[in-house]
């Protein structure tokens, strides 16, 4: 199957962008990371995608108390926590650092720019170690404000 999810999110299939979201919330329900990669597992077949970056984007979150709640372009949501943890990291498919999140069973979501940058104008950094801390489900989560950091 041609199917290519992109690194902006977008679902392709054979070069055409797919439209329908609730097919693409379907296909992401039966989305899996194995050796061989990112496979589409139902219980007739395996088939094999393209994944450029992430199957997910982090498109919108909520502070609810002490917990950040990040929400998926396919719906999924997910609290910030040890089992699904932030971690910045280098993007080859958009040329620069960038925040992700663990959503499930391996699968990550990249957080969009503007999510990134909302998240970034919540948090007070700390001068003295150049580093911005997510506090969230119980646990810590620091993220370097510079290269060097």
């Given at each position: ?16 962008p797919?439209?329908?979201?609730p ?5 992401s329900?039966v989305?899996?990371k ?17 994944v450029?970056d ?15 709640i ?43 720019r ?5 998240m970034?104008d ?15 489900g119980?646990a ?6 510079t290269?060097?950091?």
């Open positions: 199957m041609d199917l290519v999810i992109k690194a902006d999110g977008s679902w392709w299939h054979e070069g055409t797919m439209t329908r979201a097919l693409i919330r379907l296909f329900r989305l899996r194995d050796d061989d990669g990112y496979v589409l597992v139902t219980p007739a077949e395996k088939i094999s995608i393209t450029e992430v199957p997910f984007l982090a498109v919108d979150f909520d502070i609810e108390g002490d917990d950040w990040f929400r998926t372009n396919v719906g999924d949501v997910v609290r910030l926590d040890t089992d699904h943890p932030l971690e910045l990291r280098s993007s080859p498919s958009i040329g620069q650092r960038a925040p992700y999140i663990r959503v499930r069973g391996g699968l990550d979501a990249r957080l969009d503007p999510v990134y940058y909302r970034v919540a948090l007070e950094a700390d001068d003295e170690t150049d580093t911005l801390t997510v506090e969230s119980g810590s989560f620091v993220l370097p404000i290269e060097d950091s």
